[in-house]
C-alpha cells in the first residue's frame, strides 16, 4: 500500500509561480513511476505529467510543456510540481498519483493510488 499527500497550493495570480509536493509513504517510493494529473470544476480529471522511478524520463501534457517541471526525490520519498507563468486555465484540483510500474505511464487506469488532490487556483 502506498499512502500520498499532496502539499502546496494555493491562490496566485495569473504569470505567478507554485510548487507542489507529494510525500509518499509504505512502498518503496524509487520503484514505481508517478504522475500528476488535475481536474478543473466541470471537466473529467486529465494528465499533466509523468516521472520514471529513477526520474530519468519525464512526459508533460502539451498544455504545460515549457511551463511545468516534474521531478522527484527518492532520498526524501518526495515528488514535486514546479508551475510557472500559470494561467487561470491551471485552476483545479491537482492529485498526485503512483504506479506499479517503474515507467512513465498517462492514463488514469494505469495508476494504482492515489493523493486526495490540493486546490491550485490561478486568479486573472
Known amino acids: 500500500q502506498v499512502q500520498l499527500v499532496e502539499s502546496g497550493g494555493g491562490l496566485v495570480q495569473a504569470g505567478g509561480s507554485l510548487r507542489l509536493s507529494c510525500a509518499a509513504s509504505?512502498?518503496?517510493?524509487?520503484?514505481?513511476?508517478m504522475g500528476w494529473f488535475r481536474q478543473a470544476p466541470g471537466k473529467e480529471r486529465e494528465f499533466v505529467a509523468a516521472?520514471?522511478?529513477?526520474?530519468?524520463?519525464?512526459y508533460y501534457a502539451d498544455f504545460v510543456k515549457g511551463r511545468f517541471t516534474i521531478s522527484r526525490d527518492n532520498a526524501k520519498n518526495t515528488m514535486y510540481l514546479q508551475m510557472n507563468s500559470l494561467k487561470p486555465e491551471d485552476t483545479a484540483v491537482y492529485y498526485c498519483?503512483?504506479?506499479?510500474?517503474?515507467?512513465?505511464?498517462?492514463?488514469?487506469?494505469?495508476?494504482?493510488?492515489w493523493g486526495q488532490g490540493t486546490q491550485v487556483t490561478v486568479s486573472s
Open positions: 516521472i520514471s522511478w529513477s526520474g530519468g524520463s519525464t
Open positions: 498519483a503512483a504506479t506499479i510500474t517503474a515507467w512513465v505511464r498517462t492514463r488514469e487506469p494505469e495508476y494504482a493510488y
Open positions: 509504505g512502498r518503496t517510493f524509487s520503484n514505481y513511476a
